[in-house]
């Protein structure tokens, strides 16, 4: 649910190491309540965001607010905020229960937490288990229970997923979603795009340092460009189907076994009709949909043609 003032704000934020320019000039605000996703490639400047944000390291310019406060102000927001930034460093000769113990008293916080956390992240029934015989799914889960032990209103999270393998991430993405439900603000930096797909509802997307996209994913996905695919029943016929369209004034694009037709839905019939005309069946047509991992890169390479 999203309410009041934004969770995250920055405004002209930026950190420049010596000669490299690793954040340039980024604005943009996030809202309270979900999932966020926090995009770009490997080398995009997340971490270094993310650092910024946590008051780990000072911007070179710009300013920042996280949850309303300054953050050049940490202690006026970090008792909000739990974060992951790092490999989670776990006692893996201790069990689940008693690493999240050491936790607890390191922050003088009460035992039963111990055990409400570890419900939350699904851990509870395996609570007693020594940490060295948990998958890295159930590692990076009691990581994140540590970040929970303080029931901060943000969770920031620096490429959670990171090295785990499908069931790992499975279940990590149900957690995340879970928390966000229970009206928590997650903040998740990835360069794995589908699975932002799959959870986030707002997305700030970067590259080399620089902000391409803020705002709601069905927006950015509203941007989709959408082709038709069509296959001739005889692969002999492909050659005869391309002049066809593009004789018709059609932008095409040849494949191995088919031709994409730049267009929605709308012109598919067209396109269906100019192959019958010239007497070619065809076995396939459907209108594909860029999803954001193919957005992501024709935004980030027509953002490197121009720079």
């Known amino acids: 649910m999203v309410t009041g003032s934004p969770a995250i704000s920055v405004d002209g934020l930026s950190k420049r190491f010596k000669d490299f320019q690793a954040v340039d000039d980024l604005t943009f605000e996030i809202p309270q309540g979900g999932v966020v996703g926090f995009v770009g490639p490997n080398g995009a400047g ?20 996280v949850l309303g406060c300054s953050i050049t102000d940490p202690p006026g927001f970090l008792h909000r905020v ?15 229960a008693d690493n999240l113990k050491v936790f607890a008293t390191l922050r003088d916080l009460p035992d039963k937490r111990t055990e409400e956390v570890l419900e939350i992240v699904g851990l509870f029934g395996r609570r007693n288990d020594r940490v060295s015989a948990y998958s890295l799914g159930m590692k990076q889960r009691l990581a994140i229970a540590i970040a929970l032990m303080t029931d901060p209103d943000l969770l920031i999270l620096d490429e959670p997923t990171n090295g785990l393998d499908p069931a790992g991430i499975i279940e990590v993405r149900e957690l995340l979603k879970g928390l966000a439900q229970s009206g928590k603000t997650v903040f998740v930096s990835s360069h794995l795009l589908s699975e932002i797909e799959k959870q986030a509802e707002h997305v700030v997307v970067i590259n080399h340092g620089e902000l391409l996209f803020s705002g709601r994913l069905d927006s950015l996905l509203a941007q989709a460009d959408q082709k038709i ?41 067209q396109v269906n009709r ?11 047509l459907k209108v594909e949909t860029e999803t954001l991992e193919e957005i992501f890169i024709r935004v980030t390479n027509d953002e490197n043609a121009t720079s």
Not at 245 to 263: M, P
Not at 274 to 284: F, M
């Open 46 to 65: 997340k971490s270094t965001t993310i650092r910024m944000l946590l008051g780990l390291i000072r911007p070179t310019s710009g300013s920042g607010q």
């Open 274 to 284: 100019l192959a019958s005309e010239r007497g070619i069946t065809l076995r396939e």
């Open 229 to 269: 695919r069509a296959r001739p029943e005889r692969p002999e016929d492909l050659s005869s189907l391309y002049g066809c369209l593009a004789d018709a004034g059609l932008s095409v694009e040849a494949q191995s076994d088919s031709v994409l037709v730049a267009g929605n839905e709308e012109l598919a019939a």
């Open 82 to 96: 739990g974060a992951l930034i790092e490999a989670p460093a776990l006692y893996k000769a201790l069990s689940g």
